[in-house]
């Protein structure tokens, strides 16, 4: 936690860095877990955007494989889809579709974690106030930012370690990106839409392809990285499980003033907070809850629906607690429901 304080002391307030709760997650199984799977109806609309997206991509990465990279027939669509991103992450059920970047990623993790990818880069770039038009392209650019691998041979999808020549063909994929997006016409803007070609370099010059270092690394292009970093940590890969979203969160801030500017992971950390919209919190009072929204200048109290109670029942329409007017209920720990990750499963 000292990685925290270094990063936000001048951001929070004396209770608020108190009031900072150690301890590993703890694992919830079984039926419990299940029950946290309950899927409302309100959340429906989230769920169809998320899957519109995985099919806009999966289509988009097979004109990204031709050769020739034609006429491309989905730039409105893809303009479609950035904009209903927005326009859901500045309603009141955001949080919704944030949750929705927690599911499954498995068995083809590029299309999901292209679309999670737009949404949570949006979702930042808003609340970095950044301008609309701006965070429509930071969108479109995020759900294309890996559609490279499309132009590349399939050494990606190896489940043995990559051999260095393997890692080399690797390393082209974001340049094919920005060709590919390019040639797609589907981003109008160069100066965010070279994010693509950027989202593996690092602050200190040790990312690829082009080793930058932070003086050459625009706003988006750190914003994706990010985004990237976060989301690769926190969904299964063939060669590792999972990290838990706080967890994550601590990894990266362990990254700043090194992969990335400590004034970035600043910024990520009061936007993501300690406990990330999405993951799960028991509360002192026994109850386990979502955090389904944050609360920058506290970022151990944020918004939380209770999902299990205290007795481990499930609920199906909890109490929604803003923590940041609760003086008696504060988060004990961050605990792993496995199954918010099955919000449902892919493929
Ligand atoms: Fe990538
Ligand atoms: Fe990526």
């Known amino acids: 936690m000292v990685e925290f304080r270094k990063i936000l002391?001048?951001?929070?307030?004396?209770?608020?860095?108190?009031?900072?709760?150690?301890?590993?997650?703890?694992?919830?199984?079984?039926?419990?877990?299940?029950?946290?799977?309950e899927i409302s109806d309100e959340r429906c609309f989230s769920e169809r955007l998320f899957l519109d997206g995985i099919a806009l991509n999966g289509a988009a990465f097979e004109w990204a494989a031709t050769e020739d990279l034609g006429e491309f027939p989905l730039a409105t669509h893809i303009d479609s889809l950035a904009r209903e991103i927005c326009d859901r992450l500045e309603s009141s059920a955001a949080w919704k579709l944030?949750?929705?970047?927690?599911?499954?990623?498995?068995?083809?993790?590029?299309?999901?974690?292209?679309?999670?990818?737009?949404?949570?880069?949006?979702?930042?770039?808003?609340?970095?106030?950044?301008?609309?038009?701006?965070?429509?392209?930071?969108?479109?650019?995020?759900?294309?930012?890996?559609?490279?691998?499309?132009?590349?041979?399939?050494?990606?999808?190896?489940?043995?370690?990559?051999?260095?020549?393997?890692?080399?063909?690797?390393?082209?994929?974001?340049?094919?990106?920005?060709?590919?997006?390019?040639?797609?016409?589907?981003?109008?803007?160069?100066?965010?839409?070279?994010?693509?070609?950027?989202?593996?370099?690092r602050a200190d010059g040790s990312g690829y392809p082009h080793c930058k270092t932070a003086d050459n690394l625009s706003e988006p292009s750190l914003i994706l990285a990010l985004v990237d970093v976060y989301l690769a940590l926190t969904h299964p890969r063939r060669h590792r499980s999972a990290m838990p979203p706080f967890d994550a969160v601590r990894a990266i801030s362990g990254m700043a003033g090194k992969a990335f500017p400590m004034s970035t992971v600043r910024d990520f950390l009061k936007i993501m907070s300690l406990y990330p919209i999405g993951s799960a919190v028991r509360l002192n009072n026994g109850d386990i809850a979502r955090v389904i929204s944050s609360c920058e200048r506290q970022l151990t109290r944020p918004t939380v629906k209770v999902i299990i109670d205290r007795n481990g029942f499930p609920i199906r329409d909890g109490a929604t607690i803003n923590l940041k007017n609760e003086e008696l209920i504060f988060i004990r720990e961050p605990v792993c429901v496995n199954s918010i990750d099955t919000v449902f499963k892919l493929g």
């Open 98 to 201: 944030l949750c929705i970047t927690r599911a499954r990623s498995e068995p083809d993790y590029l299309p999901a974690h292209s679309v999670s990818s737009a949404i949570l880069s949006a979702h930042i770039g808003l609340r970095a106030n950044l301008p609309d038009e701006r965070v429509i392209e930071l969108a479109k650019t995020a759900f294309m930012h890996d559609i490279g691998m499309a132009r590349i041979p399939r050494v990606w999808e190896k489940e043995d370690k990559l051999a260095n020549h393997e890692i080399s063909i690797i390393q082209k994929h974001p340049l094919e990106s920005l060709k590919a997006i390019a040639a797609s016409g589907c981003c109008d803007n160069p100066q965010v839409s070279v994010a693509a070609a950027e989202h593996h370099e």
């Open 9 to 37: 002391r001048k951001d929070i307030p004396a209770e608020g860095a108190a009031a900072v709760q150690l301890g590993e997650p703890q694992e919830i199984s079984g039926p419990l877990a299940a029950c946290a799977t």
